[in-house]
């Protein structure tokens, strides 16, 4: 397991109270399958003046999400770097899960295998690991997606904002539109230019 020392002071709910989100803190590592005896490195979910009644939910950059009371002595707590604390140990990173949506043209075995393959020259034989696969078949088929008001009036469907032109619908699942619009998706429809020349 890697692990780091460092010197961090525990923090009150009082002094979590006057973090945000921006703010680095430390809190237990334990996840729901796994017991450490140690910290990992994590920041609020909202600032610290916004929780009520002492709890606090952190978020620490291994994904999990974690609820502390900092002023419950059975707890772990809630800890920040600062040189006349105390020393604790931290979790460190062994790495990056990457979590991608690639589009690989013809999409056939072949093609798949050449990328694992060069994937695998690049980081070595047993570093690339296929643990999840969800391969599915794209449509040959373009779509131009728009945005709209979510809460307009039918007679505002005029107010439209294009977002992306010819682009694959599958593309469009990983994308989220801006707060109080929605999606609108319609076929791809070539711009004909009929300006007659000279």
């Excluded at 610290?48 to 999990?64: I, L, P, R």
């Excluded at 920040?80 to 990173?93: A, F, M, P, R």
């Excluded at 990983?174 to 707060?179: A, G, I, K, M």
Aim: glycine fraction near 8%; charged fraction near 30%.
């Amino acid at each position: 397991m890697n692990t780091k020392k460092i010197t961090a002071r525990r923090l009150t709910a009082e002094d979590v109270a006057q973090l945000g989100v921006a703010d680095q803190i430390f809190v237990s590592a334990s996840t729901e399958d796994l017991s450490f005896e140690c910290h990992a490195p994590a920041s609020l979910t909202r600032p610290g003046k916004d929780f009520e009644g002492g709890s606090f939910v952190a978020k620490t950059v291994f994904g999990e999400t974690v609820h502390v009371l900092p002023d419950s002595e059975e707890e772990p707590g809630v800890w920040v770097e600062d040189g006349k604390g105390e020393e604790i140990e931290v979790l460190e990173s062994a790495g990056v899960l990457l979590d991608l949506a690639l589009f690989v043209p013809g999409g056939d075995a072949e093609s798949l295998g050449k990328l694992y393959a060069a994937a695998r020259k690049a980081f070595g034989e047993g570093v690339v690991q296929r643990w999840s696969e969800d391969s599915v078949a794209v449509p040959d088929v373009k779509i131009d997606l728009f945005e709209e008001r979510a809460r307009g009036r039918k007679s505002a469907s005029s107010e439209r904002d294009r977002r992306f032109v010819d682009i694959y619908p599958t593309r469009a699942k990983y994308l989220e539109p801006s707060d109080g619009w929605r999606f609108v998706q319609e076929l791809h429809k070539p711009v004909v230019d009929d300006t007659p020349t000279i």
